[in-house]
């Protein structure tokens, strides 16, 4: 009796081994089925948040009036949170429009809004940058300039010196991933893209108005 009782439970054994084994597997495989799901849908939350900030410099005529406008345009999918932005001169840092134009273009002070030397009215309107949000499809203006017979020297001298300028900009998304880009006035022009950084750090010179 001991002798034919032994075999069953020894088939027993390996048949209880076999389902544990195999229990064991599909644990396995579904514990790495649910982290890829989750890592594919943080990727997707992060895709869809994702900002993607340019420079927008342009001299074009709305209602027939030349208007030069530097603008940073945010053509990413999600909001951004814009940490840090400075603006550079032919190599040189800028922490205000009025030190810009000053050296650039001839513009001076008067004790208030600054106005190119000479009789100068036309307006000229500046804004900040640095620490605003922008959502998808935002832009935001820091300079603008209308063209009139009362400042064509100095107009056409900023015109020319835009070319020179470059911009540097640090910003997030909501979900905290942070970029740090160097900006051209040229939308298409090549380079935008620059790796993530953890932190944005704080410039030596920000451009502030």
Not at 171 to 189: G, Q
């Amino acid at each position: 009796m001991s002798g034919d009782s032994a075999e069953p439970r020894h088939r027993r054994h390996w048949s209880d081994t076999a389902i544990a084994v195999a229990a064991l597997f599909v644990s396995a495989v579904s514990l790495w089925v649910g982290i890829r799901t989750e890592s594919a849908n943080e990727q997707l939350v992060a895709a869809s948040t994702w900002p993607f900030l340019q420079m927008g410099v342009d001299n074009s005529t709305p209602e027939g009036v030349p208007f030069l406008k530097f603008q940073v345009v945010n053509s990413g999918v999600g909001p951004a949170r814009i940490e840090s932005f400075e603006l550079f001169w032919k190599g040189k840092p800028f922490a205000s429009s009025k030190q810009l134009l000053h050296a650039c273009c001839g513009f001076k002070s008067r004790g208030g809004p600054i106005k190119p030397l000479g009789d100068q009215h036309t307006r000229l309107l500046t804004g900040t940058v640095q620490g605003i949000v922008l959502r998808s499809g935002e832009s935001e203006a820091f300079i603008m300039y209308a063209l009139n017979q009362d400042n064509m020297t100095e107009w056409n001298a900023l015109d020319r010196a835009r070319r020179d300028i470059t911009f540097r900009v640090c910003y997030c998304s909501v979900l905290n991933e942070c970029w740090r880009n160097t900006l051209y006035s040229d939308l298409a022009h090549p380079g935008q893209l620059r790796p993530e950084v953890k932190v944005c750090p704080v410039p030596a010179v920000a451009y502030t108005n």
